[in-house]
T-cell receptor
Framework: GDSVTQMEGPVTLSEEAFLTINCTYTATGYPSLFWYVQYPGEGLQLLLKATKADDKGSNKGFEATYRKETTSFHLEKGSVQVSDSAVYFCAQTAPGYSTLTFGKGTMLLVSP | DVKVTQSSRYLVKRTGEKVFLECVQDMDHENMFWYRQDPGLGLRLIYFSYDVKMKEKGDIPEGYSVSREKKERFSLILESASTNQTSMYLC???????????????FGAGSRLTVL
């Protein structure tokens, strides 16, 4: 079935470092892809999305490009801040479906 | 902004008790969802609903039931709570399907349930 695999954490970085969190998916069709973020004590909120191959989603300095050839949607940010410390979830949804399939989440810890 | 409100942030219940988790959304969304979140397992879908009085099983429905009598409200019910149901429960809602399939979910803040 459809699934999402993302790198295990925690990812520990110093402020202003470059961030990559890897995400790959398996799907029978061409899904839409998402990154959600969960700050401590809160629910998940949408960070960015992409609906077709080669689309780039971006928000708050984060970017991810939908790569059909490698079935990937890696999250990147050029310079992380302490306030980016959170758990990041990659997710997909198949066309015509309402439900999302999530990865297991990657915790990011940024130190000053 | 869409708001999804979960009535209880923290609950402590005893084994065998009946537990109700309530969720309300205020933007007339068609779809509502219940997930549970556990360390190392991520989010797993329990049930979802795409219309009033309609429900569909997710990946882990065993031990749970749901109720959607009104469009804005989606309740998760644990008929007889067990310790392995100790978890964070997240409610979400979304509009009906978009042509692009980019079905964006809006989540509540979560309800942390401890079953003793």
């Amino acid at each position: 079935g459809d699934s999402v695999t993302q790198m295990e954490g925690p990812v520990t970085l110093s402020e202003e470092a470059f961030l990559t969190i890897n995400c790959t998916y398996t799907a029978t069709g061409y899904p839409s892809l998402f990154w959600y973020v969960q700050y401590p004590g809160e629910g998940l909120q949408l960070l960015l999305k992409a609906t077709k191959a080669d689309d780039k989603g971006s928000n708050k300095g984060f970017e991810a490009t939908y790569r059909k050839e490698t079935t990937s949607f890696h999250l990147e940010k050029g310079s992380v801040q302490v306030s980016d410390s959170a758990v990041y979830f990659c997710a997909q949804t198949a066309p015509g479906y309402s439900t999302l399939t999530f990865g297991k989440g990657t915790m990011l810890l940024v130190s000053p | 902004d869409v708001k999804v409100t979960q009535s209880s942030r923290y609950l402590v219940k005893r084994t065998g008790e009946k537990v109700f988790l309530e969720c309300v959304q205020d933007m007339d969304h068609e779809n509502m969802f219940w997930y549970r979140q556990d360390p190392g397992l991520g989010l797993r879908l329990i049930y979802f609903s795409y219309d009033v009085k309609m429900k569909e099983k997710g990946d882990i429905p065993e031990g749970y039931s749901v109720s959607r009598e009104k469009k804005e409200r989606f309740s998760l019910i644990l008929e007889s709570a067990s310790t392995n149901q100790t978890s964070m429960y997240l409610c979400a809602s979304s509009p009906g399907l978009s042509p692009s399939g980019a079905n964006v979910l809006t989540f509540g803040a979560g309800s942390r349930l401890t079953v003793l």
